[in-house]
């Protein structure tokens, strides 16, 4: 049973480009959330997808957006990236319901020059 | 913000028992209290959870107060694998609501020597 997995695992762009970052969840899972890792901080919430919409959303600008696909896979897009923007992405699957437990993939580390 | 409080950082020996305090005092009755752990640079991993009850399973115990003010992590046997920033979080079960997302704080890093 695969676990949660997201690509590319590293990625270097410059600053003012776009990125586009992906996520299939664990089997059987309906819900995504992503979160951003600054280095030496704690997860933050970006925004959760379910059928397809954006239910939730943390406290990120416009320039992060999302999409989730009807195979429960899902997107998180960054466009007029920024030096700040530069951590650890983290993608989080779960059934949406009481008491669900969210299982994270490894992260996709974004650097940007 | 987050909802607990945690030492930022504990040592233990390899193969004695960690014990990883967590303050939640201001817990509701429907939320639950969450343990995650992540090794450097991976993703955070699911340890345990519970509501009021203990909780055992093949990874740690979790032990909850009467009151729900306050929970211990317990890895019975530490190894230098258990080497990890450990994440207590209090969450609740609605749905749709900025109760199901995870806050985290800054957690206990967690150093077994050998």
């Known amino acids: 049973d695969a676990g949660v997995t997201q690509s590319p695992t590293h990625l270097i762009k410059t600053r003012g480009q776009q990125v586009t970052l992906r996520c299939s969840p664990k089997s059987g899972h309906d819900t995504v959330s992503w979160y951003q890792q600054a280095l030496g901080q704690g997860p933050q919430f970006i925004f959760q997808y379910y059928e397809e919409e954006e239910r939730q959303r943390g406290n990120f600008p416009d320039r992060f957006s999302g999409h989730q696909f009807p195979n429960y896979s899902s997107e998180l897009n960054v466009n007029a990236l920024w030096l700040g923007d530069s951590a650890l992405y983290l993608c989080?699957?779960?059934?949406?319901?009481?008491?669900?437990?969210?299982?994270f993939g490894p992260g996709t580390r974004l650097t940007v020059l | 913000d987050a909802k607990t409080t945690q030492p930022p950082s504990m040592d233990c020996a390899e193969g004695r028992a960690a014990n990883l305090p967590c303050n939640h005092s201001t817990i509701s009755g429907n939320e639950y209290v969450y343990w995650y752990r992540q090794i450097h640079s991976q993703g955070p991993q699911y340890i345990i959870h519970g509501l009021k009850n203990n909780e055992t399973n093949e990874m740690a115990s979790l032990i909850i107060t009467e009151d729900r003010k306050s929970s211990t992590l317990i890895l019975p046997h530490a190894t230098l694998r258990d080497t990890a920033v450990y994440y207590c979080?209090?969450?609740?079960?609605?749905?749709?609501?900025?109760?199901?997302?995870?806050?985290f704080g800054s957690g206990t890093r967690l150093s077994i020597r050998p």
């Open positions: 979080i209090v969450r609740g079960e609605l749905l749709y609501s900025s109760a199901s997302k995870i806050i």
């Open positions: 989080a699957s779960s059934l949406l319901a009481p008491g669900d437990t969210q299982y």
